[in-house]
């Protein structure tokens, strides 16, 4: 048992805080043979990265990442990979003033009465900053599965704002690059844009649900009851900070449905796959992927460091009010977008290779 | 690696299907000391059994559990316990006339294109039967939690069937037990009966909302960051069949909230421990306990097994039609309480062990 | 983490204590479509099974093995295998008198201070009862093997009892079967039956080394560093009651050899496959499989149940004196050969699934 | 599953190879609040460092260990611990003439095997160079053993260095750290001195047995029946580099006693607790800590690179000849010693924290 890994086969150890001086990822388990340089895994990286526009925080993190370990003329050995990102802009200082006040939303107090340490310092462990391990994992596993299964496509968006939706009717996969909120519709896009600034400049925040779509999934991944593939997705996304709901296909709204809207009838497609009259299953029935697209969805909470005033209580138990100044996310949905693909990039490959292990290749053969 | 078991410290393995000899769970972890009856894991079957009103399947079991191991005298030994319920009504001649169709909606298609086997009695290890395992160990866990929280309360409810959600004015916990649906609102109740009722003579189904609250919880459960008390609930629901989202506190309306008004604001209680002004987390603050009571959703879709003609596949390949008779609930939704319940329960005990294991006593004293 | 659950992808949990209703093994992870019934199993349950000489306990035990889940068809469908074997012979009045004195040499004092619960009935979950729940998984093991690397060949054989060994020269696989002791030479089994009969008069008992021996094995099984080949069987070898030392190749005697002695020179086969000049390694290098011949030695301490009187306490902390009446052996190692041989059997089928699933098949070509 | 993990709730992850830019241990599950500075590591580290001696290779590592993470104002937090240390001489030039040829008793040919790539430089992943991490975790499970159990201590020795075993009469604990093998007898270090010398000096090597005991280690540590106090040592000294053999007491040598001899008598001590005859268990019964001594031995093999040629073969399958000059230890056994000790305090700390989450306190009091 492992607090801080997660994967069964393909399994990641993320380490490090918000202040200290490195952070990242050791990664066993990772197939021998995969060609892999820093430079690809920066790319996911800088798309995490913070300060990048007015909508992300303006830390100024390099976010550069080292392989230490398990990579030799330029391929993966099969032995453990270590991915590290030093910290370089820690300005602790900043954090200085809530030294004994824990701040509401964020996680101060509860870190406290589970081990009974204060780390100050921007959140320590707790710190949305742990996501940047995360992504360099899933660089690596991306990777991988191309070795694997090289058609699959991994892309998360944001599908919802506060209050604002996108129209699924203008949904355009070439927008989602095109925006700092990779929003799948030009004109929300342009919209929320102007909602968010408002927000940024009052010192509020609010938030988000993205969507992580996977097309190309093979059929038969999954390990049920306990290792579903939406077991371990709804694990994989919960465990993201600020994340407090994951559903796939349907989601919630399943409960609204009757039975004969909700069952996907089947067909023969033209290439000898089975082929489904629609999707409320998310590619995923019985918790194995059916080989439609997987997708999935979940919320952000809006960020807890705001300008406004609030009550909290100290360290020894004394009320007093906290305003967390420093430098903050309007939205921190915008970054959960690629840390989303992480990790449907590292259950999947994970469950590539567990498929591999346990039946072989895929066995059952429809016509 | 178990793809069939649950828990880091309290390990449950579930195993058996629809129409074998038996089923059970094979439990690891359980405390020695901890006094248990067969007599007190059926009373949470029987609340689980099939059969008990119009408005759940009419296969008949008894579902009487037997405890095999790991039980002396009357309590607990810390060795392994064996709970067994063996298949009284297997009937599996109902479900001939499916053997080589894939029911839309289930996990025929897809266990089959894993395993290359196709289980046609009942949807095998897929059929939600597995799930009276399951409430035999929460039972089990229920006790054992009583022995380290003695104020722990675990209660399921629905709060959504269809589109009739219930009226959060009219809570009502003393409602929960006196209906079919154990909805803590009488009016909603009787309305649902209704509506139930009539969808089960058509043949159809519904899907519904479930919600679990955890009471008296104490705070520091939980082990960031991927063993979070919200990432091991999220994990242990979506295992559940047929659930496809879950949400914990505001949960995906989230997304709509501004910071100011996510951020429950902490105060000093009278009883010398931290009090909130709401509850939008749920009651887990970075993956670890508040105190507060914790509370979670999930989804259940409507059940696959309907009266109506949908197309399909067979084996073969070739496109047909089915029609799913047989004996089955027109909304699974119902008989997933007490399995929620049982889940939580298994967390919440698991998650009391790895704090003792990991930190010992609660640590962080406030004030 | 499970402490009655050992192996990575098939991985067996095993439950039951000596007096109890029953015992087993919950088998997760084995590959579909092995082909399996009672009887195979049945076949090494045979072979362990007590009362059998009079060199084994007398207990009667059938020790019939049923298979309650996972098989459908006489083929493994992926999903977990129950494997129950009822205790039919408890007579539990044998052991009234030890309810409050611990036997020495016996688990009974350490299960007490560790769990604060005595189990009298024979040792409870400490018996080597425990080992026919292993040898039924490694009769399921040794079927899974075959449908990948049919030529594998696991032989167990008794090497020493108390000072007698056997003659290296006269080493004659046929022998193995042909006498009580599974000795792989005719005369030892002689003399070692006159031996064992005059320590089994005087109600003594004596310790034996086990050897067990795996042909045909594929190179390439083993997951460095933790999950060595060498490392998982000897933690194997080492969880079976009794045991006090496990040795790989030359084992202890390593520590007298020369760098020259030891490392075996390699050549090229004319089965284009490498030719080693001597096999000190025990067929394993850096934890991982040569392709030669694994062996492994183990060695069981004498029965601590004995008609001499030993000085002991009891519960209340009295000094006081024990005889260990009762159905006992006189030398434990004999039934530990096919208990042995169930966890080889169990290891190598884990690391050829884990090897299947990490590195896909055997990559590094050689010529 | 991780296969670079060990360890139940103290678990360590050790990545890097011999000639790769650092290497490391990634540490999850310390209990929070432990005083640990990277002084404290450091200690322990130097002891196992090469080059301190004409009898250990003459390779330069300062070996010096940076904490990245996990401890704040120097303490543990309860989050995860990098500890690392950067490959300063790596000369790979060294090994250059054995880029294509594989060295006989090495790992170098089953790598490739399994995983298809030949890391050519000094053994990669499977040098003992990774022993290195072993140690700087296990200096910091010395220091958080303290704090639950300050009275016990770990202390490991060479007793056998090939033909010559020390004289278990002239047993002198202060005698350890007094010469370079860890032996505790004056005159068997300086006989043992000469008799390597010669070793050294013709280019041979030699085998070797380590011993280490526990003192003072609480009743009641270990979680039968496959997470056994032994079978967990077990793994763990036979996942060291070159370790053929492990013991627990008794050992191998149990096969020759009888069951009178073995059983170890039990009476009650003036502290009131258990007092034994003897100690032929070595401190564990059951799988379980007596209370007693620990007292456990492994054997290494010599080291494998000697200056003698030997017959091997190429990647391309062609026989050929070798000799492994370079840096290296005539008995790699004497830096094995700082590693078992390493092992046994991880093994040890691992065992207090699942104790106290599965039992809480050792509850089985006699008297």
Redo the contacts between chains.
Sequence with gaps: ??????G??F?V?????SH?????A?V??C???VPITAEMIQHWLDKRKPGQNKFTTQRREADEV?I???V?EG?T??????L?IENTDQRSKDYGDIMDK??????D???????????Y?GG???SAR?TASRVAAGGLAREAIKAIAPDVQITGYMV????HQIDRNSFDWDQIEQNPFWVPDAKAATEWADYLDG?RKSG??????IEVTARNVP??????????L??????A???I?AV?????????????????????????GND?Q?RY?SN???G????????QDIVL?F????????L?T????T?????TEIITKGRHDPCV?IRAVPVGEAMMACVLLDHM????????E??????
């Design positions: 048992m492992s607090i801080n890994s997660f069964h086969l399994r150890t993320t380490w490090g805080e200290g001086p490195a952070l990242g050791t066993d388990g197939p021998p043979g080292r230490l370990s398990g030799f391929v050995t099969g032995t453990p990979i270590q590290m824990f701040r509401p939303g964020h996680a107090i509860t870190y406290y009465q589970k081990y009974g340490i204060r780390d310092r320590g462990r707790s742990e919802q704002m506060g209050p927000l509020s925040s609010v938030g988000a649900i059929a038969g991944l999954g390990a049920p009851v306990y290792g579903k939406d077991t371990d997705l709804a694990a996304m919960m465990s900070n407090k709901g994951v559903e796939i296909g349907e989601g919630m709204s399943a409960a609204m449905l009757t039975g004969e809207l909700n069952a996907d009838e089947i067909f023969m000898g089975p009259s409320h299953a998310g995923i029935l019985g918790g194995i992927s059916t080989g969805r919320a952000v909470k809006p960020t807890s460091s705001i406004t609030r009550k909290t209580i360290k020894s138990g004394e009320e949905g290779l567990l498929h591999r292990g346990q039946v072989g895929n066995r059952g053969h429809i016509g």
